[in-house]
């Protein structure tokens, strides 16, 4: 009966779509799914695409639950109704917006782009797929109130996203995050989007941007010198088909390298990602191409990055000249090492600079900044808190750089999202500046790890699906916070970090010089054996997410093996422990 009930209710759903507010094609597909397709029917309308925090994500097609131009629709004249009342003493709102390489972006962009117009906003438009940091970087340069970038990410090539931003060029915020949702939940009808785009009020921008963006990253470069004797670095570099695809050679030409080796298969734009089953720089399958081109090529490093080219993954020669993916812990640390090695060579240190980094991101960050005497910050879990704390220090102290586990980094204060354009050439110029010295990348990473300790981390991901699943994580969450452990691998449990706890969150602000941490249900064990287990549900997916780090002293680079193997071994005994298997 209740099932009935449901299914009966999804119908009324999608016949409002069967309306003339909908155009014939979307009308045609609905009354297929109605006629034939009762599962797909369900499962685009069972219920409304939601817009979180970071905007909407989800598979495309018709139907309420689905990417589509009246979802975006919706989403945008909610965000328009927002931007309206918070700006309202402000004469001409202006938005920025672009899209990367996916099915259907450009579609997404321009019905945003219209609809923004309609509510009488100044637009100003990428003419064509753009890096969501030069969406960040627009934001900034134009003075705009918001921006959008249409993009999924690494997902997939069924889905696609809308991420919304706010003034500062950083993805929306606490508290504008929550009420720009209500003023989207609030939008209950396509009948209350203003569809009438004045043309007017939108201008397409290219070029001209691209060059004052890139200007802005060549800006950081800190080894011009070491450029020069080794410009003819060779670096493969892949966008994976997506918006990568011109200025990360355009930034490493600027940078001054000259053998910039490209994947031709993987150097078109295509929203269905051909040669991938993922365009997720994360994973070996979507590098197999690039480090086939380098082993032809005898190249030094191996750069790509993700569609939408905020991520960047890094591949470098191990000691037996073998190619070596290395994790986001592993490129985070070499680019602060070296950003910071060279503000301090060059005389850049004046005692108020500081680095940021994630709360699950590697403890060694903190190492390598506390011999600097640069202060470290730590923050949640996405991006945005760190262009939250660099918006925070804006005038009184200096942004070096910061970065998270999965693949994202940020130098210098001009953008306020991870931005895998000038990673690509500041990892390169890394690169470079360990070849002048008669090292690699990995020779260099294992100095790292002799001068500072082996630090070894691993990400778990425990996928529970549907509604009971997220029952179950929740009951995860639970047990772990009334129960926490004692002991984990029979070393003792120093400290236990819950993000709801109030008292818990007041001893991390001041631990972290005042920096506000919000409430978040994440959890954090500290141990005795300087390992860290942290514990966070995904706020974009069906998952709960375990991030274990380990330490390990390495006094000879030679012994990399041997303690590298103990860790593992480490790890896998505290996911036993923590019955995870």
Request: aromatic fraction near 10%.
């Amino acid at each position: 009966m209740e099932n009935n009930e449901m299914l009966n209710n999804i119908k009324v759903r999608a016949q409002k779509w069967l309306s003339n507010d909908y155009d014939s094609e979307t009308r045609k597909q609905v009354q297929y799914l109605l006629s034939d397709n009762e599962s797909e029917l369900i499962e685009s309308f069972y219920r409304d695409l939601e817009f979180g925090t970071g905007g909407l994500r989800g598979i495309m097609g018709v139907g309420t639950n689905r990417m589509n131009i009246y979802t975006v629709a919706m989403a945008t004249q909610g965000l328009s109704n927002y931007l309206k009342k918070e700006f309202r003493n402000i004469p001409q709102i202006k938005v920025a917006i672009a899209h990367d390489s996916r099915n259907n972006s450009r579609l997404f962009a321009e019905t945003t782009a219209n609809i923004f117009s309609a509510n009488g906003f100044k637009v100003y438009l990428f003419d064509a797929l753009r890096p969501t940091p030069e969406l960040s970087f627009a934001i900034r340069y134009f003075q705009c109130q918001s921006g959008v970038v249409i993009t999924a990410s690494h997902n997939p090539k069924e889905y696609n996203g809308y991420k919304a931003y706010w003034d500062d060029g950083g993805q929306i915020i606490s508290p504008h995050d929550k009420l720009i949702i209500q003023e989207v939940q609030s939008i209950k009808s396509i009948e209350e989007v203003h569809f009438k785009a004045r043309p007017e009020n939108i201008e397409s921008i290219g070029s001209e941007i691209d060059d004052i963006y890139t200007n802005q990253i060549t800006g950081l470069s800190l080894s011009h010198d070491v450029i020069k004797r080794q410009h003819d670095l060779k670096i493969v570099y892949t966008p994976l088909h997506g918006a990568g695809i011109d200025l990360v050679p355009m930034v490493l030409k600027k940078f001054g390298f000259s053998n910039i080796i490209l994947v031709p298969e993987q150097h078109i734009a295509d929203g269905n990602f051909p040669t991938v089953h993922s365009p997720n720089p994360e994973e070996r399958s979507a590098l197999e191409l690039a480090m086939k081109k380098a082993a032809d090529t005898n190249a030094d490093i191996v750069l790509a990055t993700d569609p939408d080219a905020d991520r960047v993954g890094l591949v470098v020669k191990n000691s037996q000249g073998n190619f070596v993916i290395l994790n986001g812990n592993q490129s985070a640390a070499l680019l602060i090492h070296y950003l910071l090695t060279k503000w301090a060579a060059n005389g850049k240190l004046k005692g108020k600079e500081y680095i940021v980094k994630t709360i699950v991101t590697t403890e060694l960050l903190a190492d390598i900044a506390k011999k600097y005497k640069v202060e470290c910050y730590d923050v949640l879990t996405g991006f945005k808190y760190i262009a939250d704390v660099i918006k925070q220090f804006e005038g009184q102290k200096t942004f070096i750089g910061g970065g998270e586990e999965s693949y994202g980094y940020l130098a210098g204060e001009f953008v306020r999202d991870k931005d895998a354009i000038m990673s690509c050439a500041l990892l390169a110029e890394a690169a470079a500046y360990a070849k002048d010295q008669g090292l690699t990348m990995y020779d260099q990473l294992l100095e790292i790890y002799r001068q500072y300790g082996l630090y070894k981390e691993k990400l778990m991901s425990v996928v529970k699906k549907g509604k009971s699943g997220a029952e179950e994580i929740q009951q995860m969450m639970n047990n772990f916070r009334k129960n926490p452990p004692k002991t984990i691998n029979g070393s003792l449990v120093t400290e236990v970090m819950d993000y709801l706890d109030p008292s818990c969150l007041e001893k991390a602000n001041r631990k972290n010089g005042g920096i506000t941490i919000p409430k978040s249900d994440v959890l954090q064990f500290f141990t005795a054996d300087n390992s860290k287990i942290s514990i966070r549900p995904s706020g974009t997916e069906p998952k709960i997410k375990f991030y274990f780090g380990v330490k390990g002293n390495l006094k000879n680079i030679n012994d990399f093996d041997k303690v590298n193997e103990a860790l593992d071994a480490r790890i896998e005994n505290i996911i036993n422990d923590l019955n995870l298997r």
